[in-house]
């Protein structure tokens, strides 16, 4: 993926690169001390997530929008990441909560490299595989990926997983009532004794201050994922919910809840997620069933994603200029599952969006698996891949759909089944590649897939007919060479070419 330029925001915190390696402290050489320190001041909601700040006097590592009172400023040391501050000996804001912070959408190469590798590791990659197949699957070496993750973050990717899990286990122990086993396993610990010591090592606690700290609360899987504001929250709610899947997804007020299935460590966990937006605070608030309560880390990645918290609307707005000014917050939404992105985009090619929805309805209902969620108003999971490619195209065009398009289906679930991996964290090139050798899909296919599975920033549905109409254009060339003006945010720029147009598209 060629070099990009990095957004503004960003070069207001950040130096060039200098020569060699940048570690512990070492790190700050990225960071331009005199811009954190003006956004640590004002409490610029803008950098949020992009660096964190290390107090000598009391060896606490703080997000720049902590509210406790400001530090002096020969104090502060300046950190790419949390897990650069751990590695320099600070331990986390007990007020602030450095886990709460939002992440980042990276533009130029090496930082989508990092972004990709943060994404895997944050959903529990590691847990059971190597660095090796991290780096394989994002589609660089093993050393690269160490390289670039040391000069854009300050640690290794080992360090910055550690970090993760210790930070998951810090929310867990503070949001919920689960027990501490089941805390240490979610957060991918082997072992309670093993998830002790690090605290003690790192935070200079024992994790029962925590839950002594933490007082009569929801004894619900409840979580805050924060966000860069703005974010249209109402836009991004209606968008899913006019394409909500009968049986399997629903908006509920202001709420929209969805059933899911996770496979991890050799187990299937099933269960529901309602997202809704945390009164005021720059966060969304979820909520997890019971039975996703070993699979936290891989559930609330999920949601991030869907409701693309990552993103810096200001990034975007600089780059898109007028066509994001009457919905500076929008977001590319997401899919909770890269296949479902995939029998989206077949099944949507030339039909309306009710009427896509209309027959992915059926599809759920004739193969889903059936879900105990109470009285929530889901009551299947999406059907897998797996079954999909058992189920055969004959049957599945029996439900409505062209037998052209049911094989289509049932070649993309094959090749998942055979390892097209379609998750954020991927080669997208090569994803993309491999997606338009499948028969029945072209590039408004494995475009769309790339932007609401992959999370692809990029993506671009240039043959598309909403974003025809809203820039009164037919000719393809002419299309492609008007949207060279949106990169990388040119998945931002269909989003908002649908909502200016006011037709709903796929």
Not at 19 to 47: E, I, K
Not at 207 to 233: E, I, K, T, V
Not at 440 to 457: F, K, Q
Not at 478 to 489: D, L, S
Request: overall charge positive; hydrophobic content about 45%; some cysteine.
């Amino acid at each position: 993926m060629p070099a990009i330029a990095r957004g503004h925001t960003e070069d207001q915190v950040r130096k060039r690169p200098v020569a060699g390696r940048a570690s512990g402290d070492n790190a700050r050489m990225l960071l331009d001390p005199d811009a954190c320190w003006r956004a640590l001041s004002t409490h610029d909601a803008r950098f949020d997530g992009r660096f964190y700040v290390g107090v000598r006097s009391t060896r606490v590592y703080c997000r720049p929008v902590c509210r406790v009172r400001a530090p002096k400023r020969d104090n502060c040391r300046f950190y790419p990441s949390a897990a650069a501050a751990e590695a320099a000996g600070f331990r986390p804001c007990l007020r602030c909560r450095p886990e709460l912070a939002p992440g980042f959408a990276a533009i130029d190469a090496s930082a989508r490299i990092v972004q990709a590798a943060v994404t895997l590791i944050e959903s529990g990659f590691l847990e059971s595989q190597s660095l090796e197949a991290l780096a394989l699957r994002i589609g660089v070496t093993s050393r690269h990926l160490r390289r670039v993750f040391d000069a854009e973050l300050g640690v290794s990717p080992i360090d910055y997983a550690q970090t993760a899990r210790l930070l998951l286990a810090k929310r867990l122990l503070s949001d919920t009532s689960l027990p501490v086993v089941d805390v240490a396993f979610a957060s991918g610990f082997a072992s309670v004794r093993r998830m002790n010591a690090l605290f003690r090592d790192r935070y200079r606690m024992p994790p029962s201050r925590l839950r002594l700290q933490r007082g009569r609360r929801d004894d619900g899987l409840r979580f805050m994922l924060g966000y860069r504001p703005p974010y249209d929250w109402d836009r991004v709610l209606a968008f899913l919910a006019f394409r909500a899947i009968a049986g399997v997804e629903a908006r509920e007020g202001d709420r929209f809840i969805r059933a899911i299935a996770i496979a991890h460590r050799g187990a299937r966990h099933a269960g529901w997620i309602a997202i809704g937006h945390a009164r005021r605070r720059a966060a969304l608030d979820v909520t997890l069933s019971p039975s996703l309560s070993r699979v936290v880390p891989q559930a609330l990645a999920r949601v991030r994603h869907v409701f693309d918290l990552a993103c810096d609307p200001h990034d975007v707005a600089a780059v898109l200029g007028p066509l994001a000014a009457a919905h500076p917050g929008l977001r590319v939404p997401g899919v909770f599952e890269g296949f479902e992105a995939g029998v989206r985009a077949i099944v949507g090619q030339q039909i309306s969006v009710r009427g896509m929805v209309t027959l992915l309805g059926r599809v759920a209902a004739r193969f889903g698996e059936p879900l105990d969620a109470g009285d929530t108003p889901v009551e299947r999971t999406f059907p897998a891949a797996e079954t999909l490619a058992e189920a055969g195209a004959s049957d599945i065009a029996s439900l409505g759909l062209p037998l052209a398009r049911a094989r289509s289906i049932v070649a993309l679930a094959r090749a998942v089944g055979d390892g097209l991996v379609l998750a954020p964290g991927v080669d997208v090139e090569a994803t993309i590649d491999r997606l338009l050798a499948l028969p029945g899909i072209g590039p408004w296919t494995a475009h769309y897939i790339a932007m609401r599975g992959l999370g692809w920033p990029d993506a671009f549905l240039a043959t598309d007919l909403g974003v025809r109409k809203a820039l009164n254009e037919t000719a393809t060339a002419r299309i492609v060479a008007h949207a060279e003006r949106w990169r990388p945010w040119r998945a931002y720029a269909v989003v908002h070419l649908w909502h200016s147009n006011l037709r709903e598209t796929t």
